[in-house]
């Protein structure tokens, strides 16, 4: 792979052999025009009271570029639909609850001065950026997960490939949970599949 040149590794959240039944949910938080880190840490933080309200683990990560991923691990009984559902469902209440702040628009230009919360990205064949990833930018920035406590202190490319290894002498795998943790999101789900807004 580095002999072609290949940097960026962007997985699926699911895996061999259940390919339809994602691993994971993913909050994939980007700031508009007219936004600042400061914003897009809030509404992961949102996200962070959502999730806590609701009895569920969120494990952030800063993406290496301009925005968070808080990934939720679920029990891969879950169609991509549904994981979708579940996010667009958590994404509309904050949306609701924050309009100056957050937006579910996908056209670019109608994001201005909000954070954009993209929940297609949990559809089957979509990819993220893997954790520990090295992102293709300058200063080779690193997707690197953080703790909750941490997101006032990190910025979006903060860590990069000579810093990573020391932070994890350091202080271990923040995500290394996650690759274990599985979730059950059945009754917020199926208040999102109904249209209840709880």
Do not use: C
Not at 66 to 80: A, F, Q
Not at 171 to 193: C, H, S, V, W, Y
């Amino acid at each position: 792979m580095a002999n072609l040149g290949t940097i960026e590794i962007n997985p699926w959240l699911s895996r061999f052999p259940s390919l339809d039944k994602p691993d994971f949910a993913v909050f994939d938080i980007d700031p508009a025009d007219g936004t600042t880190w400061p914003d897009v840490v809030l509404v992961a933080k949102l996200v962070k009271e959502l999730l806590d309200e609701w009895k569920l683990e969120g494990f952030p990560k800063v993406s290496g570029g301009t925005g968070i991923h808080i990934y939720v691990p679920l029990e891969p009984v879950y169609t991509y639909r549904e994981s979708a559902a579940f996010v667009r469902f958590a994404a509309e209440l904050i949306r609701q609850a924050y309009p100056e702040k957050v937006t579910l628009e996908r056209i670019v230009r109608q994001r201005y001065g909000h954070v954009y919360i993209d929940y297609p990205q949990n559809a089957r064949g979509q990819t993220i950026l893997a954790a520990y990833g090295v992102k293709a930018l300058d200063g080779a920035p690193v997707s690197v997960p953080v703790l909750w406590d941490e997101l006032d202190q990190v910025g979006p490319q903060s860590r990069n490939i000579k810093t990573v290894p020391d932070r994890l002498e350091r202080m271990g795998d923040p995500f290394a949970e996650a690759l274990t943790r599985k979730q059950d999101i059945n009754p917020i789900l199926q208040n999102a599949l109904s249209g209840n807004t709880m």
